[in-house]
């Protein structure tokens, strides 16, 4: 199997295990104990140390997760739009794979859908 379908079999996993009211729990459990030991280690800056060392690699872990799963969804969901305007017949071709266009062919897209939007839409 290759290392990519490996990651986004363990990214897609690992988010619906990390996003399950169980990981959500498990979290809080993890940080009412971590709460009920500061005074007994007075508050220390090691204390606080454990906590913020331990959240920061867990964000930093969790960005790479959630952006892996929102690429693959996104993709899925940009090949489904492509799919429904190739079947629709009079939808414009050309309008599959906007995603690859420059910001500023985006932004002439917008204002030409933005044009006609108000030139079906009557005047208030």
Do not use: C
């Not at 290759?2 to 399950?20: C, I, V, Y």
């Not at 009920?36 to 060392?53: E, R």
């Not at 305007?85 to 500023?104: F, I, M, P, T």
């Amino acid at each position: 199997m290759p290392l990519k379908d490996t990651f986004h079999t363990f990214a897609r996993s690992s988010a619906e295990a990390l996003g399950s009211p169980y990981a959500f729990a498990i979290a809080i459990a993890i940080l009412l104990v971590w709460a009920g030991m500061g005074p007994i280690f007075a508050f220390s800056d090691t204390w606080q140390l454990i906590i913020n060392t331990a959240t920061t690699i867990v964000t930093f872990l969790m960005v790479f997760l959630i952006q892996n799963t929102q690429n693959r969804d996104a993709r899925a969901l940009h090949l489904k739009l492509d799919e429904l305007l190739k079947a629709q017949k009079g939808a414009r071709n050309s309008l599959v794979d906007l995603e690859d266009l420059s910001d500023h062919e985006l932004d002439r897209l917008q204002a030409e859908f933005e044009r006609i939007r108000k030139k079906k839409s009557p005047e208030k």
